[in-house]
């Protein structure tokens, strides 16, 4: 049996894990921390400010963080401190805060993190790398789309798309939006919609002269980020205390 604690337990995506955690034979929910008051699947949600008594008292296998950047740093700091494995899917980390991260976990606990858990877009990030290999000289748009709850903007999968290609090549200029008087240069356009309640659209374009190929992925339901969250639950218990990615998990 692995023990697992989720912490934004009564967001979207806590709710979400919550339930597949409690129906998985294999798998025992011991508990959530959210800074809202409430219960997860008749587990109790502590406050985030005990979270360490918590992971004390409860002793999780695996600490499973759907919660704010903010929140998230803090959090993967107290399970590094009480050798509990996590599955981080926040997004909108800076830099500094990834560092910190980093610094956190390695050596002491495996995590893995990942701006996404669904294995479709797993699959879309690595045919955006095929694509920006070969088409590095066409012109090149990411847009995203997110229901109107959203924090962060881009969104985490599309800063992904954004190091791949920088990775495939070279770091250019991105224009978040155009307004005016723009001329097309070597920019990458980076477009960010938010409304209603959709799920998680992204697609990267690259147009060329006479032709364009877009690669896009839809998520319809976020049961799909979950089903993937819980996946990376069971594989990393037991591994090297270092960061780890989806793309380990799947072994793609
Ligand atoms: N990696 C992925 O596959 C993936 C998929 C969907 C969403 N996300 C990301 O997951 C995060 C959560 O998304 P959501 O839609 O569930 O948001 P949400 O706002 O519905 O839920 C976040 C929850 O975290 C709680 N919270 C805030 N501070 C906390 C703290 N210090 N400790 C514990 N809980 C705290 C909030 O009260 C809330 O219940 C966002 O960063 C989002 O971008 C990632």
New binding site residues.
Partial sequence: MIKVAV????????ANIGRLVNEAPDLTLVGG????EGTLFETEVVP?AKIDEFLKEKRPDVLVD????A?AV??VRAAARNGVALVV????FSPEQREVIRGAVEGNVPAVI?????VGVNIFWKLVREAARELGDYDIEVTEAHHR????AP??TAKTILDILDEEIGNREKAYGRVGMTERKNEIGVHVIRGGDIV?DHAVLFAGNFECIEISHRAYD?AV?AQ??VRAVRWVVGKEPRMYTMQDVLGI
């Fill in positions: 912490s934004g337990a009564l967001g979207r995506m806590g921390i959210d800074v809202r985030a759907f919660t704010v950047a929140a803090e959090n899917g926040t997004t909108g990942s701006s996404n858990f669904s709850h959203k924090k962060d969104s985490g998680g976020r980020f993937g969250a």
